[in-house]
Nanobody
Framework: VRLVASGGGLVEPGGSLRLSCATS?????MAWFRQAPGKQREGVAQ????????FLADSVKDRFTISQDIRKNSVYLQMSNLKPEDTGMYYC??????????????????WGRGTQVTVSS
């Protein structure tokens, strides 16, 4: 499975960005992770392909939304009210069996190269 993330960039605090992940085929569970320099990779959002059910980490709840377009084999992360602590490399990932609400990186088999998000004034 091939995954290609895009849409990152530099944005001011309070701004918005929409990340896209184009895939060669959606896994049963698709998720977005991020990693800041010197920190561990952190899961932020997951979506279940079958019914579109979503799970968001507490750190991004009410600010981020994950969605999918099954016809386009794509997953999106809409980020709003961005904060400097949201800065990092964002990755999309897929898993056939991670389980709903599971955002542990080791549970995801397929990874794309990341896209950098920088929140700074």
């Amino acid at each position: 499975v091939r995954l290609v993330a895009s849409g990152g960039g530099l944005v001011e605090p309070g701004g918005s960005l929409r990340l896209s992940c184009a895939t060669s085929g959606l896994s049963y569970y698709m998720a977005w992770f991020r990693q800041a320099p010197g920190k561990q990779r952190e899961g932020v959002a997951q979506i279940k392909r079958r019914n579109g059910e979503t799970f968001l980490a507490d750190s991004v709840k009410d600010r981020f939304t994950i969605s999918q377009d099954i016809r386009k084999n794509s997953v999106y992360l809409q980020m709003s009210n961005l904060k400097p602590e949201d800065t990092g490399m964002y990755y999309c990932a897929g898993s056939p069996g991670a389980g709903f609400g599971n955002l542990r990186p080791e549970r995801y088999e397929f990874w794309g190269r990341g896209t950098q998000v920088t929140v700074s004034s």
